[in-house]
């Protein structure tokens, strides 16, 4: 499966951004799904995950209750709704998928497939 990530932009603290990720070349709804972040010089962090069906979903502590995780397997997407945005949320956010599990995994390690990114930036 190919990715695609998209959405990213400016932002204001506080303000929202939903961000999109695009899949092609197989059933999507094969595939468990996640969004990492990573900013220079540090590692790529969990953001959150969703199960092939969407049923389950699963999220960073940092952003509970801020950020929300969906799918449209439909149209091939995955999806996440950024709210009340913060300077710590400025990053490249990168979509992932694997179908090498059923759970919605938190671990990089997980996934095989990855999009390019898509950078957000909140200032203040």
């Known amino acids: 499966v190919q990715l695609q990530a998209s959405g990213g932009g400016l932002v204001r603290v506080g303000g929202s951004l939903a961000l999109s990720c695009a899949a092609s070349?197989?059933?999507?709804?094969?595939?468990?799904a996640g969004w990492f972040r990573q900013v220079p010089g540090k590692e790529r962090d969990f953001v959150a995950a969703?199960?092939?069906?969407?049923?389950?979903?699963n999220y960073a502590d940092s952003v509970k209750g801020r950020f929300t995780i969906f799918r449209d397997n439909a149209k091939n997407i995955v999806y996440l709704q950024m709210n009340v945005l913060n300077a710590e949320d400025t990053a490249v956010y990168y979509c992932?998928?694997?179908?090498?599990?059923?759970?919605?995994?938190?671990?990089?390690?997980?996934?095989?497939?990855w999009g390019q990114g898509t950078l957000v930036t909140v200032s203040s």
């Open positions: 070349g197989r059933a999507f709804g094969d595939y468990v």
């Open positions: 992932a998928a694997t179908r090498r599990y059923l759970e919605a995994r938190p671990f990089v390690d997980d996934y095989e497939y």
């Open positions: 969703i199960t092939r069906r969407g049923g389950s979903t």
